[in-house]
């Protein structure tokens, strides 16, 4: 294992999706009060799908993102704030205004097999003076070979490191480690982002470490889509368990997550029967609470809504087929309760 690890603390950014998209300027100020000093290097903060994503298809945002990050490098005073941007919803302006209130870097996310949409984010980071950060969401839908040359084109248009992003929280260990390492090959760094869907958040990061990842992320006390992320205050914990003197203050990141976040969290993210539906079908962990909304208003059970998603491989920016679906399924469960009506 590498020695040097750097976690990203997340939870004022994945954190936003069981939040509802509604954190407060309090909450925000809280969090990065609570994460600075601990050994984090960077705390991302945006609305849950990144800049721009205030809308009515991915929900909308309590408080503006820009004055959520403005007060976010007001309160902190030697962790960076960073931000993420996916092509198609955060735009270089969106960008420039992020990089105008004193973010540092921003992690520009694409679907695994679209890194060639994020050239001229990717240069507009640059010419910013932001650290350019490549994510690559959904990365158990192609083989690791696949995934090293779509990594490989975010290395060359400028990405000093490349996420392996389980989206779906459907990798295990060995697809972690044969990514990690194949990614290694090509990428400045190689990076992992994990979800907990199949209850192996924590493992996987792990597994990628070993592999060779010197970054990962973590939320405190897990509070991401879907089953939630790996939890910030375990990972460090592990990773010094592990041997691995990373500087991390485990007790400091502990009470961050028991003493600020728990009370506030509307739920505790865990792998549920939905949340473990998710990992199964490999869906998106940002359309659970979509579908169970969608699923509890036709009276149906979200997990077909999920397992129908995943057979269509249903990807990020394909929310509008969680209503399409979950009306499909429902028409269809009714037709087939009209005929066996009929029938008897």
Request: hydrophobic content about 45%.
């Amino acid at each position: 294992m590498s020695s040097r690890i750097r976690i990203t603390d997340t939870t004022l950014r994945d954190g936003s999706h069981p939040m509802r998209h509604a954190y407060t300027v309090q909450q925000v100020e809280d969090v990065v009060r609570a994460l600075d000093g601990t050994g984090v290097s960077l705390i991302e903060v945006t609305h849950g799908d990144g800049l721009g994503g205030s809308s009515l298809q991915y929900g909308m945002s309590h408080v503006p993102e820009l004055e959520l990050i403005e007060r976010a490098v007001a309160v902190s005073e030697s962790t960076d704030i960073g931000v993420l941007l996916l092509p198609g919803v955060g735009t270089r302006r969106d960008l420039k205004a992020a990089a105008d209130l004193g973010v540092k870097a921003v992690r520009i996310a694409t679907h695994c097999t679209e890194a060639d949409i994020s050239q001229q984010h990717f240069a507009a980071a640059q010419e910013l003076g932001l650290e350019p950060i490549g994510f690559l969401m959904m990365s158990h839908m192609i083989e690791p070979a696949q995934l090293a040359e779509q990594a490989a084109l975010m290395a060359g248009y400028g990405a000093t490191c490349v996420y392996i992003v389980d989206s779906a929280g459907a990798l295990v260990p060995a697809g972690v480690r044969d990514r990690v390492a194949a990614l290694a090959e090509v990428v400045p760094e190689v990076a992992f982002h994990g979800h907990n869907n199949l209850g192996l958040a924590v493992g996987n990061t792990i597994a990628a470490v070993e592999a060779g990842a010197t970054r990962i992320d973590g939320c405190l006390r897990g509070l991401g889509a879907g089953a939630g992320n790996a939890a910030t205050e375990l990972l460090a914990a592990v990773l010094h368990q592990s041997g691995i003197d990373t500087g991390f203050d485990v007790f400091g990141l502990s009470d961050a997550a028991e003493q600020v976040v728990q009370p506030f969290m509307p739920f505790q993210p865990f792998p549920d029967r939905e949340s473990l539906a998710l990992g199964f079908a490999g869906v998106y962990s940002t359309f659970l609470l979509h579908a169970k909304r969608h699923s509890e208003r036709l009276g149906i059970d979200p997990r077909d809504v999920l397992v129908e998603l995943g057979r269509r491989k249903a990807v990020a920016g394909q929310e509008d087929w969680i209503v399409d679906v979950a009306g499909e399924i429902a028409a269809a469960q009714a037709a087939d309760l009209a005929t066996g009506a009929s029938a008897s």
